[in-house]
């Protein structure tokens, strides 16, 4: 009935809100992988080169 | 190559807090300055390992001038162990701590087993810093160390963004040949590196980096000030993935995809919620403040109001470019 109304009268009808969930990804946003670096050239091969031994995916 | 400025203690005293106390007048410091996203650093170190630029930072250094951060590098024998609240873990290479008035971020790395290696302290406006370096960690080895290494130089910006306009994000950023400028983001794993190696062997392109951008409000010259001065803008980093993209430019934003696999080469437009969401699960924040939260989530309104925003699930080949070459918004 409302919407009905809402409509009659131009307006923009009602939408109901919708929950949407994102995922995150901790393991990428914390920087606690050597994914890439400064070091030495491509992300891989930087890894091998630094003292930072777990290569991210 | 390693070009830095040579100065006297006395010189540099006016950009650093705790200006190299402990040396002698006569000592001479280098220097070398970054810039990162519109951040300049500057280094100074009496040690020119110290403050020595690798590949692809190197790319990046400026001329010597005053600095947003500057950062004093020092070895010590040991790195003392004093008590401090332990604010953030990131679980495997750096942890942070309150160390009163500063920050202090530990490194860890295998090879060192349980003492950290590096430690940077740092004020809480991330403007001015000492790195200490662990001698004992490097005793006896044939390469030496990288001060600047990942991940200090990339936290140092990520944070120092949290007292801007500005947010750092996991996204590839291309210049096309009809000069404009898209940011492409994704996790890992989405096609960040195999769009940029994509267009940049189909299109004559300027690829800013194929893994991390930032994504800043700018204001423009005084001469071309108008209503919408302010401008956002995408500038390349040192932080390069696989396909190792890696450019100092920027690029007023004109666009950003969400990248997804999928069939079709489908474009989907992001409402303003949408968009917040999704660019915030792929950004570089500081998660242990709320501030730095609030700051990251008030500026990506800002850029929804900005920049139009679609999901883009694409199938990694050329129709995937062309696509995009032919979208009118």
């Known amino acids: 009935m409302n919407h009905e109304i809402s ?28 994914k890439t670096g400064t070091g030495g050239g491509s992300a891989l091969g930087n890894c091998h080169a630094s003292f930072c031994m777990s290569i991210g995916s | 190559m390693l070009s830095c400025l040579t100065y006297q203690t006395k010189m ?110 740092i004020n809480s406006e991330f403007s001015r810093a000492r790195l200490q370096m662990n001698e004992n960690s490097f005793a006896g080895m044939t390469r030496g160390p990288s001060p600047l290494e990942y991940p200090l130089d990339e936290l140092l910006i990520m944070h120092r963004l949290t007292q801007e306009k500005a947010i750092e994000l996991h996204g590839v950023g291309i210049v096309g040949p009809d000069g404009a400028s898209n940011l492409f983001v994704g996790h890992s794993g989405a096609g960040k590196s195999t769009t940029a190696r994509l267009w940049s062997s189909l299109h004559d392109v300027e690829i800013l980096s194929d893994d991390r951008i930032i994504v800043r409000e700018d204001r423009l010259r005084k001469d071309k000030i108008r209503e919408d001065a302010n401008r956002i803008f995408m500038y390349g980093t040192p932080w390069h993935g696989e396909a190792a993209f890696a450019l100092p430019g920027r690029a007023p934003l004109q666009r950003i995809f969400v990248l997804e696999h999928g069939h079709g080469n489908v474009l989907t437009r992001l409402t303003r919620s949408e968009m917040v969401a999704e660019l915030f699960a792929r950004s570089f924040v500081p998660f242990h403040r709320h501030e730095y939260v609030d700051s990251a989530l008030t500026f990506l309104e800002r850029v929804a109001d900005s920049v139009p925003c679609y999901r883009y699930c694409f199938e990694p080949d050329e129709r995937a470019v062309e696509r995009i070459l032919n979208f009118r918004d």
């Not at chain 1, 939408?15 to 393991?27: A, C, D, M, V």
Request: hydrophobic share 40%.
């Open chain 2, 12 to 121: 540099i005293s006016k950009f650093t807090s705790k200006p190299l106390e402990h040396l002698q007048e006569e000592t001479t410091v280098l220097r070398n300055q970054v810039r990162v996203g519109g951040v300049s650093v500057q280094f100074v170190s009496v040690d020119s390992a110290a403050i020595a630029l690798l590949p692809p930072l190197d790319q990046f250094q400026v001329e010597m001038g005053v600095p947003d951060i500057a950062i004093q590098v020092e070895w010590l024998p040991e790195l003392p162990v004093s008590p401090a609240r332990q604010l953030f873990d990131s679980g495997y290479t750096w942890r942070l701590y309150d160390a009163g008035s500063e920050l202090r971020f530990d490194f860890f790395a295998p090879a060192f087993g349980r003492l950290p290696y590096k430690r940077l302290l």
């Open chain 1, 7 to 34: 409509q009659a009268d131009g307006k923009k009808p009602y939408e109901p809100p919708r929950l949407t969930t994102i995922n995150l990804r901790p393991e990428e946003a914390v920087l606690s992988h050597c």
